[in-house]
Structure formats: C-alpha cells, structure tokens
C-alpha cells in the first residue's frame, strides 16, 4: 500500500504519493513526425506498453492532426 506525502505549497494543500507506487510509470515526450517538434509530455505504464507509443494528436505547429511517436 502507498504512502500518502502532505505537501504544502502557495498556501494550498495537496497529497502527493510515494514515488513506490508509480515505479512502473515513466515520462516520455512525444514528437510530431512531420514537423520533429516535441509537442506533449505524458506518463506511460512500461509494463502494459513495454514498445514505443505511436498516436495521433494536434500538432499546433503543423495545425492539423498527425502522428505522434515516443522520444527519450
């Protein structure tokens, strides 16, 4: 079971969990693969989704929908 943090910050009070729990979920980014941007920041499971992410999402730069791949 995880531990919940208190953490207080610009007067607000919010819970944070133990980093135990989220062990298995990492950060990624995601690139735009017409215009090579880094467009999104997202947290994936390694465990249900051990290869690279592939979606199509907004690209502001591009203004139109396209694929959008894992980067490091």
Not at 1 to 7: A, E, F
Not at 21 to 40: G, H, L, P
Not at 59 to 68: A, S
Request: glycine share 0%; proline share 1%; with cysteine.
């Amino acid at each position: 079971m995880c531990k919940k943090i208190r953490c207080y910050h610009a007067k607000r009070e919010s819970i944070k969990f133990n980093m135990r729990c989220d062990a298995k979920r990492v950060k990624i980014t995601m690139e735009c693969s017409e215009c090579k941007q880094r467009n999104y920041d997202t947290m994936k499971n390694k465990k249900n989704d051990p290869e690279r992410l592939e979606m199509n999402k907004y690209c502001r730069f591009c203004r139109k929908h396209t694929m959008h791949k894992e980067t490091k």
